[in-house]
């Protein structure tokens, strides 16, 4: 019958390779019809085969199937040890009873063992244990006759229809698993050749068994994952135990989607790995849902900024950050004005674009790493993570509301909306995203009452700030009324005691408040740009200077000009050419010092234009040295003829020992470069020596002299003024 079954079901299936539509719809419900008479003919066959084991060993011991034997009345004339397990009641216990007292009450009376008068039937029923428990079974029933054919009785196999499976019945039932799993199946052979796939895997990847048998696994290969990833799924199916994760594989059509899998090996008796098997569900719809969420949750819907929740998460991995670095940011709350006013009078639609239409002014002037988030209302937030100095916020704070000064065409309507900003600081206004917030919020009402643009929270900060504002607008002023003047420091040969040049220093005559020192001011000029200006005064006004004493027959050695990074561009080298023309000065007869800053940052072009600066004559010499990173590798790449030995180490020469290891390994490093050494910030004799001794090419300090007006340094030079090497 099984036989029978089986051959139907292939003949099915033969036909359905060539069929189509409604014809092949049809075979496939024979075919369905088929496989389940092959199953019951399979279980047929087990039980029968149950029925006959227990038949040799009915009479033998404990292990024996459950079995028992009836009398055409129904009578019990034999009970094993096997009915005795399943149904709890002794021999002599059942023995004699009619077989009514295994039933159960709702049963219809029927004697079910002798409706199954025929050879060989089964049934399954349910049958009550002598404890009261009511279990199926599976019975098998046998006529018992006499010699002369007639029949006896009936005898009866029996098995609990929960009993663990047999082999075979789980060998066919897991692969009827596999194949209707939801989740794709592929095993791979020992040689990594895909021995079998489910149906499942065809709908999930494409490929049907005639494209992947035989193939690798590298059929479903996306490219997206590193050789570390792959080596890691690899090691899995070298057997080095399961691995779950998600891989992104692609289609036959040449989609990527992204996979949840399982990997495991699987051994054979001897311990050696016969295949592998990986288990995978298509996770793309979860994705995406996911990440839809995500926007969802993290978005503002209206200006597709990021959302409070979101700010408050990148604030504190910010703040964490901080705390252990010791660094400083800012967190701006900017509040619109007469958003309600517009949308109360020409809709909330006009209002909410006009929202959107803000965002997009605020991000335009932001940088790339600020954050910039919608926070409810009329309320955005700005975090600034990487600032240099907390007085910064408030230049971005300036750059967001000139960003509102014209009004914002919308149609047809033209809207002018203004914005108050209150800023927080962290760490000295609170580490706490929340905290800050709420400062920042205090700091937004007290400007909206204050009519001003923007307040710090704190007061110390905002005259922190009032005074960058006020050095701001000043120094613009001192641009135009010629309050700018260079001093000159002499620079002296450690070896003829001779000046040998000369660094040209910034000064402010400030109509209020006298000399004022760069240190005030040039951070200032750099924050907000101005240095560009500033920067071209100082060029022009050297180049100007150092042609006048030429005019003026003077020998004049080099004069060193300070560039701030901020002027190293590539415009430089064309107005640098520009100046020196302009004013007839050779260019040897300029230096330019630059900071290490400038170095670390690393550009390939600063090389490219420091290279363009050298060859058109000028000497640069490195400011500052030693309070950078640069490293004596990491100088060789630039040409760089002078090195200037910063004053902070020069202060404890002789005594500091730390200081003087440092001073001896610049000189050392500088004189392997063959760069001129140039100590900083010379203030005794002491030093002097020291410095002289250890191989230093010339020196700069009080020691020899202060900056000096054009005038006095004109004069020394006249005079001949040299360093007395034995003065104390
Ligand atoms: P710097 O280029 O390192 O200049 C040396 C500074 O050390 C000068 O300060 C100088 O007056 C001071 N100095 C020299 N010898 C001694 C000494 O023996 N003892 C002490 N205590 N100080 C000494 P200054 O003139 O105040 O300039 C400060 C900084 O301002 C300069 O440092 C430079 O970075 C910047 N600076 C000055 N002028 C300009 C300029 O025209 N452009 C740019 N971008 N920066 C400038
Ligand atoms: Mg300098
Ligand atoms: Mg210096």
Redesign the pocket.
């Given at each position: 019958m099984l036989d029978a079954a089986i051959a139907r079901c292939l003949a099915l299936s033969q036909a359905a390779r060539t069929q189509q539509g409604a014809a092949l719809a049809a075979t496939l419900a024979e075919l369905d019809a088929a496989l389940a008479a092959v199953a019951e003919a399979r279980a047929a066959e087990l039980v029968r085969a149950g029925a006959a084991a227990a038949e040799q060993n009915i009479e033998q011991d404990g292990d024996a199937a459950a079995m028992l034997e009836l009398d055409l009345a129904g009578y019990i004339t034999a009970w094993n040890r096997g009915a005795e397990r399943l149904f709890g009641y002794r021999e002599q216990e059942a023995l004699g009873q009619n077989i009514l007292f295994l039933y159960t009450e709702d049963d219809d009376g029927a004697l079910a063992e002798l409706l199954y008068e025929q050879d060989g039937g089964t049934a399954e029923v349910r049958r009550r244990r002598k404890s009261g428990e009511v279990i199926w079974v599976q019975l098998a029933l046998s006529l018992l006759q006499d010699e002369l054919g007639e029949a006896q009785g009936m005898r009866v196999r029996m098995a609990h229809v929960s009993e663990p499976l047999s082999d075979f019945d789980k060998i066919s039932l897991h692969a009827r698993i596999i194949e209707d799993s939801e989740q794709g199946v592929l095993i791979t052979d020992a040689r990594e050749r895909i021995v079998s796939i489910n149906s499942a895997f065809t709908r999930i990847t494409g490929y049907t068994p005639g494209e992947s048998l035989g193939k690798t696994p590298d059929l479903l290969r996306s490219g997206v994952h590193d050789a570390e990833f792959r080596a890691k799924v690899r090691a899995a199916m070298a057997g080095n135990g399961p691995w779950r994760g998600e891989i992104v594989g692609r289609r036959k059509n040449g989609e990527l989607f992204p996979q949840s899998v399982t990997i495991s090996a699987v051994r054979d008796s001897s311990g050696k790995i016969s295949h592998t098997f990986s288990l995978f569900s298509d996770i793309s719809v979860h994705k995406d849902a996911e990440a839809r969420m995500q926007r969802m949750a993290n978005y503002d819907t209206l200006t597709g900024l990021p959302n409070q929740c979101l700010l408050t998460q990148l604030m504190t991995q910010a703040l964490t950050e901080a705390r252990r670095s010791n660094e400083h940011g800012a967190l701006l709350v900017v509040e619109i004005g007469r958003l309600g006013a517009i949308s109360d009078t020409l809709g909330h639609d006009v209002g909410n674009q006009l929202l959107g239409a803000i965002g997009k002014l605020f991000r335009a002037v932001l940088r790339d790493p600020d954050i910039l988030a919608r926070l409810d209302g009329n309320r955005f937030g700005v975090a600034l993570l990487h600032i240099e100095k907390r007085e910064h916020a408030a230049i971005v704070a300036q750059k967001l509301v000139a960003a509102l000064a014209a009004p914002i065409q919308l149609g047809s309507h033209s809207l002018q909306v203004g914005a108050s900003i209150g800023i927080a600081v962290y760490p000295e206004d609170g580490l706490e995203t929340g905290a800050l917030i709420r400062h920042a919020d205090v700091a937004t009402s007290k400007a909206a009452q204050a009519e001003s643009a923007f307040l710090f929270y704190s007061e110390e900060m905002n005259q922190r700030a009032k005074e960058h504002l006020r050095i701001e607008s000043e120094l613009r002023q001192a641009l135009l009324h010629d309050e700018l003047q260079l001093y000159y420091q002499p620079k002296v040969s450690l070896r003829s005691g001779r000046i040998v040049g000369a660094?040209a220093?910034l000064r402010w005559r400030h109509p209020l408040r006298g000399l004022v020192s760069p240190g005030v001011f040039i951070p200032v000029a750099e924050e907000t740009g101005l240095i560009q200006e500033v920067g071209n005064w100082v060029l022009e006004e050297a180049c100007r200077q150092v042609r006048a004493w030429k005019d003026a027959n003077l020998i004049m050695p080099p004069i060193?000009v300070?560039l701030s990074a901020r002027q190293f561009d590539r415009g430089l080298p064309a107005r640098m050419a520009d100046v020196l023309r302009r004013h007839q000065v050779h260019p040897e007869q300029i230096m330019l010092?630059i900071?290490e800053s400038l170095l670390v940052r690393g550009a390939e072009n600063v090389v490219a234009i420091m290279n363009e600066l050298v060859a058109m004559g000028l000497a640069l010499?490195l400011?500052?040295f030693g309070t950078g990173y640069s490293s004596l590798a990491y100088l060789k790449k630039f040409p760089i003829s002078t090195l200037?030995i910063d004053r902070s180490f020069v202060v404890g020469l002789p005594y500091e020992e730390n200081d003087c290891a440092i001073a001896r390994a610049i000189v050392t490093m500088a004189q392997q470069l063959r760069q001129e050494i140039v100590a900083?910030g010379v203030e005794t004799a002491e030093q002097m020596r020291f410095l002289r001794e250890l191989g230093c090419d010339q020196l700069q300090g009080y020691l020899f002299s202060q900056p000096v007006p054009a005038d006095d340094f004109e004069r020394m030079l006249r005079e001949g003024k040299r360093l007395a090497f034995g003065a104390r």
């Open positions: 660094e220093l060193a300070n010092e900071t010499a400011d500052d200037k900083e």
